[in-house]
């Protein structure tokens, strides 16, 4: 099974900020990674797919990057609406794995 | 724009059995594979399994093999979720969740959840 793990487990920041959250695979995935927002009480929001391509509706504050094991969620400048917890999930085998998730705060 | 509803979930004492229901609109259900997603309380996200848009093809994770089993009825645009001999440890809210694209598990469209609480 493929593992993934994602640092900081939480991370405070000040509004403006930029922002950088990592997912790391346990094997080789390509690019197949998808990040989710979620924010408390909501069901979680599709962010970016195959790793660097931004959704539909998204803000372009968001990016993501990285390719193989190693990749990243960035917020180049962070918004109060950005508080949520962030989740990586691969779909490079037929377990479908998520991560333990990011949860981000305003400081 | 796609709306999906889940519906079915509730208090079910351990090893018990329910039947989840997510109903799908605003896109062509038979095109697209449906997926399930579930959260403990307090916990992240957990893909639970997911059907090929025809039905022909079926995934589970590892805990719910030979108790879970996922099904569509393409015509009532409907998925699915039996769960059978049901234990404390699958008290989550289930998401269902549709693909973004055909033959790619992005998980771009969510439904609200459904609570399934098992206990005593």
């Known amino acids: 099974d493929i593992q993934m793990t994602q640092s900081p487990s939480s991370l405070s920041a000040s509004v403006g900020d930029r922002v950088t959250l990592t997912c790391q695979a346990s094997?080789?995935?390509?690019?197949?990674l998808n990040w989710y927002q979620q924010k408390p009480g909501k069901a979680p929001k599709l962010l970016i797919y195959d790793a660097s391509n931004l959704e539909t509706g998204v803000p372009s504050r968001f990016s993501g990057s990285g390719s193989g094991t190693d990749f990243t969620l960035t917020i180049s400048s962070l918004q109060p609406e950005d508080i949520a917890t962030y989740y990586c999930q691969q779909y490079a085998d037929f377990l479908f794995t998520f991560g333990g998730g990011t949860k981000v705060e305003i400081k | 724009e796609v709306q999906l509803l889940e519906s079915g979930g509730g208090l079910v004492q351990p090893g018990g059995s329910l039947r989840l229901s997510c109903a799908a609109s605003?896109?062509?259900?038979?095109?697209?594979?449906m997926s399930w997603v579930r959260q403990a309380p307090g916990k992240g996200l957990e893909w639970v399994s997911s059907?090929?848009?025809?039905?022909?093809?079926?995934y589970f994770t590892d805990s719910v093999k030979g108790r879970f089993t996922i099904s569509r009825d393409n015509s009532k645009n409907t998925l699915f979720l039996q769960m059978n001999s049901l234990r404390g440890e699958d008290t989550a809210i289930y998401y269902c969740a549709k693909d973004l694209i055909v033959g790619a598990t992005i998980f771009g469209s969510w439904g609200q959840g459904t609570l399934v609480t098992v206990s005593s």
């Open positions: 094997q080789d995935i390509s690019n197949f």
């Open positions: 059907i090929s848009d025809s039905g022909s093809s079926t």
């Open positions: 605003g896109f062509i259900f038979n095109n697209y594979a």
